[in-house]
């Protein structure tokens, strides 16, 4: 049964590392952009979530009304008035996102101090049920992993059952076609970084429940969202939580083991099945 725990935790541990790289999956798709401030932004939203939630004096998951909608507002000025501008070239994205991601960081060390922070959900925390005799499920882990599921299957409907999706698509096939035919690239990019950092807002809230987070906390996020997407399948979001899940179990199998394994039996797994599977476990076909 302690096995069954460790497999069963690491599926729910999957579900958070599934946040973290589904906005990553989601502009790589749209602009094949490779946003390398993602982690850092996630911990921003953090802070943002931890000083909404102390100054309004409500809980983490209200704070989340105010939190989301700032975060997509945030990305789409970011995309519209910043990142646009770099598309087209393989260089200058990197270089561009790495300087936000450096600015990030120092910002956050200026304003909030290097003091670890941490933001208290309440009893949910805590609670868990038993649903066989020694297996225990944490409320809270089974709200990440459902949110997760939840948010990942909108995100497919949106992209293969609506107008937006549709469009979303034409410009990630063949941008200079999709503006002949009407559709206006950089406001698109712009509403797919908003939708990214939507999402990022609520894994930046959910890391900041789990475990203390610092301004330095996002390159970390960042390698796992990398090591999610490139398990599951470049292009694919329910691949995207396939890799979270199987990143997941391989930390709370090498954590059963020995203490001090569990983020190196990630790494290792990640390697074994890159070696194994290159492209991924369901890579999308156009990826």
Known sequence: ME???A???GILLGGLYALFAAGLSLIF?????VNIAHGDLIVATAYLAYTVSHAAGIGPFPALLVVVPAAAAVGYALQRLLLNFTLGEDLPPLLVTFGL???IQNVLLLVFTPDSRRLQAGAVEVASWEPLPGLYVGA?????FLTAVAIIGGLQLLFYRTAIGRAFRATSDDPEVAQLMGLEN????ALAMALALAVAAVAGTFIAIRTNF???SGPNLL???FEAIIIGGLGSLWGTLAGGVVLGVAQSIGGHVNVAWPVLAGHVAFLVLLMIRRQGLFPSATA
Do not use: A
């Open 7 to 9: 497999v069963v935790q």
């Open 186 to 189: 950089r406001h698109l990019f």
């Open 3 to 5: 096995w069954l725990n």
């Open 140 to 144: 809270l882990p089974l709200i990440q």
């Open 29 to 33: 798709g749209v602009m094949r952009l």
């Open 101 to 103: 991601s450096v600015i």
């Open 214 to 216: 610092d301004p330095f």
């Open 223 to 225: 390698i796992f969202g």
